[in-house]
């Protein structure tokens, strides 16, 4: 019988290893940290109200809130899903500070356009869509922007769909399981190529 190669059975040691203790990180610290964070999300709908905030607050998620809007500098629209296109303003609020976005309601006409021109809005805190790519965001953890979301849509536009928790993704079970099966794949492959070796 052959000798078991070294190197390569360390280097194919290492990476079953490396994948379990990913697969350790995601069930025994990643997902609980994420169910702790969507049961704080649930509670916040019932919580009192508070000012929209300045910078992004993934915890102030599903908050009731308002602001003003001096003038809507700028409305643009983004996918809704099945609601169709969600119109997007972005507000002024004064000579200083960094300003936010409201989103005033969704429509089906990829065209829409709605004659909106500021105030106050009420609603609650939501994320604001993202056009960086998935793969970007591994790199780029710069945090994803706040809107508010308003509960009273603009003339002509269909209501917003209500906060709702299970819309928040929690995949962190899946990807254990999956370096759990990329770990028991690679050594199994290993053992098989070990076998026909030795013959």
Request: overall charge negative; glycine content about 4%.
């Given at each position: 019988m052959r000798r078991i190669p070294l190197i390569p059975t360390l280097v194919v040691g290492m990476a079953?290893?490396?994948?379990?203790?990913?697969?350790?990180?995601?069930?025994?610290?990643?997902?609980?940290?994420?169910?702790?964070?969507?049961?704080?999300l649930a509670k916040n709908p019932s919580l009192p109200a508070v000012a929209f905030p300045r910078f992004p607050d993934d915890s102030l998620l599903f908050r009731r809130t308002?602001?003003?809007?001096?003038?809507?500098?700028?409305?643009r629209r983004a996918g809704a899903g099945s609601a169709g296109y969600r119109l997007i303003a972005t507000c002024r609020t004064g000579a200083e500070g960094p300003g936010f976005q409201v989103q005033l309601g969704t429509t089906r006409d990829p065209l829409g356009k709605v004659d909106w021109r500021g105030g106050k809005v009420s609603g609650w805190i939501g994320h604001a869509p993202d056009s960086r790519p998935l793969i970007a965001t591994l790199f780029d953890r710069r945090p994803q922007d706040m809107l508010l979301i308003a509960d009273t849509p603009a003339a002509?536009?269909?209501?917003?769909?209500?906060?709702?928790?299970?819309?928040?993704p929690n995949n962190h079970l899946a990807y254990a399981v999956q370096w759990f099966l990329f770990a028991g794949i690679a050594a199994i492959i290993y053992a098989i190529a070990l076998r026909r070796r030795a013959r």
């Open positions: 079953v290893a490396a994948m379990i203790a990913l697969g350790l990180w995601q069930l025994l610290d990643r997902l609980p940290a994420k169910e702790a964070h969507i049961a704080r308002s602001a003003f809007c001096l003038e809507p500098v700028d409305i002509g536009l269909t209501a917003n769909t209500p906060p709702d928790v299970a819309a928040v």
